[in-house]
């Protein structure tokens, strides 16, 4: 119960940032052109709110509204002072209702009567155009933000692929379609590799992948299109050592239980295994497999332990205990066996750095997206379960904002695409304007609004109805 109320709060504050933004995007562009914003709401609002406030005019909430003790005073027109502001109840988005414009208020009884300069639908069509592209682009310069602070408060750090001097270790999907335990990978599609993290997802998204085999080969492999799911179902089965690949790395004992069978065997901590009963271990993950079903019993490690002297290789019996363990921590972290690659960056440099890195996300994104449109993408898509569930267990800031700045790209990307309803169907109409030299009759808007927020609406329940089936699965 507690890491669910964990995930759901992380869930629920990042939603509501990247509502406020993308809105506030709106506000502004609407604002600084002379249009009047109605209401600036976070959530949505049906039937009731839990909050809403108008400056000067009256606080209220649940339905129920108290005027402000300056309320009967003459209202001064303003930049913020004209708005209601709000809190909805339904945690689905947020919206900004601009006077004169079809959204999704369906507010048809405004646009009967004459257009007012101060509306949405009498601004010139450049002006619309920005005001409808300001979510978008307020939600990419978020990503950006995020990502500049993150690297400017802890640089990066991580073994190049090159560094790794054992090679890696590949899941069951991933030796299907040739990779090798101990292969380096080098380049995908000619774009030399180096930082793991892109690597990942540079190599599911690509078509061919060059590594280094046995330290003197160099073999193509080729991905293929659909290699994302083989991964994304492999690593939702409980028998998965590995998603996708990991560094190997000799397994290094850290720490030593007080009373277990490591510690009554004498091992120590710095202790190397390399084999269990004669079979060779020489990574972690070869040592957590090959430990595997020796429930109860006792076997013979191999171990080499150094010293200030001498370098030992020790044979030590260890009674395991009835789910195999043997009381020890193990080290996990690549960079204490082989050359890392740091950088800190100053506040200039961490700016292009975020955009770089915002870039790379929304490309990535993008490329994504096409696999939605296959039989396994359309069984893979979730919802707010399946968003919620890629937020750690534990609170951690860091990993918050790397989350928070993906969603925050990932909902650029959706809210631009050419779908009434969304910011990108609005762009669609507007551009249609531009070209056509007359905007679609208010008639056509209401329809299309109308069919976009249906086909949302279906989108959102399939989505989280996927959600609900996998939990009985």
Known sequence: METFLIKAAQLILAFAILVIIHEF?????????????EKFYIFFDPWTELFKWKPKEYVGGLGKQKKLK????????????????????????????????????????????????????SKPAWQ?????????????????????????????????????KMGFSYSGEARKIGFHNG????????????????????IIQGKEVKVLRDGKDTVSIAIPEKFIFSLDNEAKSDTALVNFFTYRIPTRITQIAPGEGAAKAGLKVNDEIIAI???????????????????????????????????????????????????????????????????HYSIFQSIP?????????LTSYAKSMKMVF????????????????????????????????????????MNILPIPALDGGHVMFLLYEVIFRRPPSEKFMERAQIVGMTLLILLLVYANGMDIIRLFK
């Not at 709106?26 to 604002?31: C, M, Q, W």
């Not at 300001?134 to 560094?163: C, D, Q």
């Open 183 to 202: 292969d380096i990978p080098l380049s995908v599609d000619g774009e030399t590799l180096e930082n793991p993290a892109e690597a990942r997802m540079k």
């Open 353 to 361: 750095r975020g955009v770089e890195l915002g870039t790379e996300r």
């Open 277 to 343: 009963d004669s079979v060779a271990t020489p990574s972690l993950d070869d040592f957590l497999k090959t430990l595997q079903g020796h429930d109860n019993q006792t076997v013979n490690l191999a171990v080499v332990r150094k010293t200030e002297n001498a370098v030992d290789t020790l044979s030590v019996p260890v009674a395991l205990s009835s789910n195999s363990k043997m009381g020890i921590g193990l080290e996990i972290d690549p960079a204490a066996f082989f050359n890392t690659k740091e950088i």
């Open 70 to 121: 300056d309320a009967d005073k003459p209202k001064k027109k303003g930049f913020w002072n004209d708005t209601e502001y709000g809190i909805g109840w339904l945690p689905l988005g947020g919206y900004c209702k601009i006077a004169g414009m079809i959204d999704e208020s369906m507010d048809t009884e405004q646009m009967k009567k004459p257009a007012q300069k101060w509306e949405f639908r």
């Open 128 to 164: 619309r155009l920005l005001i409808m592209i300001a979510g978008v682009l307020f939600n990419f310069l978020l990503a950006i933000l995020i990502y500049a602070g993150i690297v400017y408060a802890t640089g990066e750090k991580y073994v190049p692929v090159h560094e790794a």
């Open 25 to 37: 995007g709106h506000f502004l562009f609407a604002r600084i052109f002379g249009v009047k914003v």
């Open 374 to 413: 296959t039989k396994e993408g359309a069984n893979s898509i979730g919802g707010f379960g399946s968003i919620g569930a890629i937020f750690p267990e534990k609170w951690d800031w860091i990993a918050f904002w790397n989350i928070a700045a993906f969603l925050s790209v990932a909902l650029a990307f």
